[in-house]
């Protein structure tokens, strides 16, 4: 059945007046209509929709929920880094950061101060005026892609009004506010669920959900603070920006201030230290900017940090309660990390039961004993620790805590490496040790073994189905169908998971291994020097002090790990396994993929989005992660989402993940 001109305009007229109500709500929080005058022009959209399905555009209102569930999130690249802020802590320390940035620049400078959310930060990118994509910070450079979940949040505008610049990205946080955090987390323990501990985790843990049908239930909000990039031009000062901003419908947020001098302000951060409880969302500082976006690229960042912005902290919220124990988790390195078990006490907004204490060295420093009354804070407003004890609340029967001699899980000799912090189980073979190992060889940034979470290695382990990680590639379903509650199907997608795992680059494999001192990073850096974990396996001391960024503390470490035999055993039973354990070095000058612009969208059968990324690179391609007039291929897997129409409005080469492997292996 096709539309006829007066029902298109009436989809068209619904449209608008269900997006100015939205605003309204959600952004103004100036309602105009009742609940259930909305509701009916909601209903009376989705029945047209539903008569026309030709009618359905991606950034119409009856499109925010209802996508399926997503397998996994993919990786999408920041075009702008996605930084994170230096911070100060008092008034001195602001002086300095402003001392600093007028000696950078040779001249004075207005600053616009905006209140710090506690929450996730987001990239929401537009293409002609269109939400295509939305992404988590992640490690700054990449973020996963939830795109579908950003979507069921009313206060992000699914288009915007159309013109210059063609695309842009939008920056913000988006947060629960404290009623929303309540209210989820009472209906959370009414069904039985566990509570989050803070609304910060309950909004990315509500962003990351691969239902988008589970975050549209949770009352998310957004604030947003900036432009990452815009394809022409834009207002030259942030102040501007952000009018500009909410000018096109985003949600600013009404307690920023435009400062001319930096004692307004302090004036400023001591009004908002008295009454920021009373706003209706969690914040932890000021954060102040310098307001030219000239001066801001003239400052440039160090690091992962912008010279031309910084967080002024409030004080972290304090509290004092009785040290009950002092107990002992031993991590998947051995290290005995102690931790004060408390009498419950409500800091900050949150009920905090367990507390850091760092190591014994810090225990004794401070004097903390078991039975003190200590005062405990939420550092930056989320970590718990032990500030120290209120010696004079002391009654006499307060106990000296001692490290134990034995591990608490095993019952072997602990030991204290000379110059170290940390007491060490030195048992490879310890539970709780393994415990900590498999967790981490299965979790994202090594092998990334979808559905094999902590209730899973637990259960793996006490049903004894493993000794080492290496283990998990020698399962059989009938072993998993042996543990509790778990199905034919889930047992199979796990041992399905566990193949896929084979095929992660080197550099993960090198990670996964929980080698003490090397993470992700160092992990690429010995991936791409010795290409073979025989080779690091095989290198001396002198070798490894030669690799770039390994210093004598990583090479002692790296040769130690694999001077053990049953290190040494894991690695041949990960080779046998078909685990990759080697990659070929390209030849030179046989790139076959070299100067082509790759793009992965949809869900792979036989990659990861990491996976077939990092192909396209050892052939010499790059890989971008939206769809340019610069894209030589689209590989679309399946649901392939908003890229595959971009390449088709470009001309893009599409490809199937059958003729990307054939490409991959030279026969295209």
């Known amino acids: 059945m096709v539309a006829d001109p007066a029902v298109v305009q009436r989809v068209q007229q619904l449209r608008e007046q269900i997006n100015y109500h939205n605003y309204r709500y959600y952004v103004l929080d100036s309602p105009e209509v009742s609940d259930a005058e909305y509701d009916s022009l909601m209903r009376a959209l989705q029945e047209l929709e539903r008569s026309y399905p030709e009618l359905v555009t991606p950034d119409s209102p009856t499109q925010r929920v209802g996508a399926a569930p997503a397998a996994a999130f993919a990786t999408l690249e920041h075009r702008e880094p996605l930084l994170s802020l230096a911070n100060v802590f008092n008034g001195e320390e602001l002086l300095a950061w402003h001392r600093r940035t007028l000696n950078l620049l040779g001249e004075r400078f207005d600053m616009v101060g905006e209140p710090k959310m506690d929450g996730l930060a987001v990239a929401l990118t537009y293409r002609d005026g269109l939400l295509t994509t939305g992404a988590t910070r992640g490690d700054g450079s990449r973020g996963e892609d939830v795109t579908q979940n950003l979507r069921t949040i009313r206060a992000i505008p699914l288009s915007v009004p159309k013109g210059v610049p063609a695309a842009f990205e939008v920056r913000g946080e988006v947060f629960l506010s404290k009623r929303g ?194 005062i405990v804070q939420r550092a930056g407003e989320v970590i718990p620790q032990v500030v120290g004890p209120v010696a004079s609340k002391r009654t006499g029967q307060e106990r000296v805590f001692t490290m134990p001699r034995t591990c608490p899980v095993c019952g072997a000799e602990i030991v204290r490496p000379e110059g170290e912090a940390m007491s060490r189980c030195p048992n490879a073979a310890c539970p709780a040790q393994l415990y900590e190992l498999i967790k981490h060889f299965v979790s994202r940034g090594a092998m990334d073994v979808r559905g094999v979470g902590d209730q899973m290695v637990a259960a793996m382990l006490q049903a004894q189905l493993l000794k080492d990680a290496a283990d998990l590639y020698y399962l059989r379903k009938e072993q998993l169908l042996g543990l509790e509650r778990l199905a034919d199907k889930s047992a199979q997608n796990i041992l399905d998971a566990i193949e896929r795992s084979k095929r992660q680059p080197l550099a993960r494999v090198i990670n996964a291994l929980g080698i003490r001192h090397v993470g992700s990073e160092t992990a690429e850096v010995l991936a791409r020097h010795f290409r073979s974990v025989d080779a690091l396996m095989n290198a001396s001391e002198e070798e490894l002090l030669a690799v770039p960024t390994i210093g004598p503390v990583v090479a002692q470490s790296i040769r130690a790990w694999f001077h053990e035999p049953r290190n040494q055993e894991v690695v041949e039973k990960l080779r046998r396994a078909g685990v990759t354990t080697a990659t070929e070095a390209p030849a030179p000058r046989a790139l076959p993929l070299a100067g082509k612009t790759f793009v992965v969208t949809g869900r792979l059968e036989r990659f990861s989005r990491e996976q077939a990324e990092a192909a396209v690179k050892e052939r010499g391609g790059s890989v971008s992660s939206s769809v340019s007039g610069r894209t030589d291929y689209l590989v679309a897997g399946a649901d392939p989402g908003s890229k595959l129409a971009r390449a088709r409005e470009l001309g893009t080469k599409t490809i199937t993940e059958d003729e990307f492997v054939a490409l991959l292996e030279g026969e295209a």
């Open 181 to 374: 955090f309540q209210k989820l987390n009472r209906e959370r323990e009414e069904a039985g669920l566990p509570i989050f501990a803070n609304p910060r985790n309950a909004a990315a843990g509500s962003v990351r959900q691969l239902d988008p049908r589970v975050t549209a239930g949770r009352p998310l909000d957004i604030y947003v603070y900036g432009l990452g990039w815009a394809e022409g031009p834009t207002p030259t000062r942030h102040w501007e920006v952000m009018q500009w901003l909410r000018s096109l419908g985003f949600k600013v947020n009404p307690q920023n201030v435009l400062f001319r001098e930096i004692a307004e302000v302090a004036r400023w951060y001591d009004e908002w230290e008295d009454k920021r409880h009373s706003l209706p969302y969690e914040t932890d500082g000021l954060v102040v900017k310098v307001n030219e976006i000239d001066y801001q690229r003239r400052l440039g960042a160090v690091g992962r940090e912008p010279r031309w912005a910084v967080a002024y902290k409030f004080p972290a919220t304090q509290a004092t309660t009785k040290l009950l124990h002092i107990g002992i988790n031993v991590g998947r390195t051995g290290s005995l990390n102690p931790y004060a078990v408390l009498e419950p006490v409500n800091v900050g907004g949150v009920t905090v039961k367990l507390a850091t204490l760092h190591n014994e060295d810090d225990i004794r420093r401070k004097d903390i004993r078991v039975g003190d009354t200590v």
